[in-house]
Structure formats: structure tokens, C-alpha cells
């Protein structure tokens, strides 16, 4: 499984590379904290922003609330709330969205793989609301140093509940560069595709994540 992380991550820059089309570059911030209630239940806050550096700027924002509860050690499941402005040729557009998620979790060889199922209901002010399902599948390698060095890769997929349907999909692989009880970071490539108007267009990202953990 350690050759497919390794694989997948020189495919994307690879695709990256050598693509003939015109694609879109961004790049994505994303910072967490996470309390602990109780030792099966915690909190948490995140906010994220979407970046061109080479066109408008600031694409996206977010910040959002999560509660979460781990019945057993394969299985927790989460409610949150988000609050989401995106940039679009007539401004800036409002999204608030509350959601479900369920995430199914197993150890393979030493690898860390889970696969997550969310629904969202998504309000605009002036556009359609509408239902959406997001799933996820990660995959992270064992621990290759004392601090957390961990190679990691995911796939994610968007489905509309409405003649949309599926109309974003993106593809992961990156690293982990330290995990310690109260922090943890990763910086990544995303692979993204992103159907608008019937086209689907591409973009290639490099992204950061911080998580503190308290």
C-alpha cells in the first residue's frame, strides 16, 4: 500500500506536468482546534480559505463547528454547521450548511484507511437549496519517523440531489510532517475537478492543513 501512496502522489504531479489543458491554481489553508469533552466525545472549529493567486484572490472562505462522538474504535459519527462565502462574477455568495457524517474506520497492514458519508443541506439567499452527499476515502502510511512523518492519499466526490448530480471530485496525496499530541500538519496536492455548466474544469492545488489539539 506504500507503493500505491507513492505511485498516486507521482501520478498527480505527473498529470500536473505534462496536462495540455489551461487549469486554474490555487492555493488552500485550512486550521482546526479540537477540545475534548469527554475521551469518546469532542469539539471542534475550523475555518479555511481557497486562494488564486494568479487571478481574483480570494475564492472561497469558510469557517465552520463540528461535535463528534466515537462509538467504538471503527466507528464515530458528527454534526456541523458552516458558514461559506464563495466569490462569483456577480460577488461574493452565502452558503450556510448544516450536516451529518458518518466515518468507518480500519487498520490494513499497518495502514490507517477510513471511508466517510456526508450529508448536507446547503441554503443560499438567491440560488437553489438543495441536498448533497459528500464520501471520502483516506488512506495514511504507518509512522516513518518519531514525530509523525506519514505519507498520506484520498479521493473525495460531490453528489448534487438535483439534475447536477455528481459535479466535483478531487484527488489527494501528501504528507504529514509532524503529529504530536497537540498539533499535527500537512501540507498536499489536490487534484480537482469541478463540472460547471455542463464542463468540467480543472484546477491543481497545494494546500496546508494545522490542527491543534487541546
Known sequence: MLRLIITTLVLFFAVSVFAQQERKFQVWNYNSISVNITSKTSISASEKVHYTPFESGLDLKFGDLWLKHETCNWFEYSGGFRVLYSRSENGWIE???????????????????????????????????????????DIESPSLTSFGLQLFAAEETYTKFNNDRTHLARFYAGVQTIDKDHFAMKVYYVLEKNKKNYIWNTADVLGMNLSFRL
Open 95 to 137: 452558503e450556510r450548511r448544516p450536516m451529518i457524517m458518518g466515518t468507518f474506520s480500519k487498520k490494513i497492514r499497518n495502514f490507517d484507511v477510513s471511508f466517510s458519508h456526508r450529508l448536507e443541506y446547503r441554503f443560499f439567499e438567491f440560488l437553489e437549496n438543495h441536498f448533497r452527499y459528500r464520501q471520502k476515502i
